[in-house]
């Protein structure tokens, strides 16, 4: 890079977590470490996939910070991080605000509109 280039920014976190959750089968296992850590193998079981494919998708999971995994023996186990989960809680709770808010501007409008044709 030279000193004229600038560093592109890194996406914000959320990002990484929304990309995570949008995969059903990234979705499935955070609902089941919503229950208990489990080890790879317990969660990969209701998958019909080949075990190296699924190992992909707790990569990502960890990547973003939805999950922890320990190693014991040759055991690793998985368990859920809810602090991305809250990040995006909170944002989704921030969006249905500002969206609750613009509708009722918006029937407030429609209801002038109706006054005034009267």
Request: hydrophobic share 35%; net charge neutral; glycine share 4%.
């Amino acid at each position: 890079m030279t000193s004229l280039q600038t560093p592109t920014p890194s996406p914000p976190p959320i990002d990484g977590i929304f990309r995570a959750l949008a995969d059903p089968t990234r979705r499935r296992v955070v609902e089941r470490l919503n229950r208990s850590p489990a080890s790879v193998s317990e969660l990969a079981q209701p998958f019909e996939m080949a075990l190296p494919s699924f190992i992909e998708h707790l990569k990502i999971l960890e990547g973003c910070g939805l999950v922890h995994s320990q190693k014991t023996g040759r055991v690793r186990t998985y368990q859920l991080a809810p602090e991305p989960l809250k990040l995006a809680e909170n944002w989704l709770a921030e969006q249905r605000t500002l969206w609750e808010r613009r509708l009722d501007q918006f029937d407030a409008y429609v209801m002038t509109l109706k006054e005034t044709e009267k």
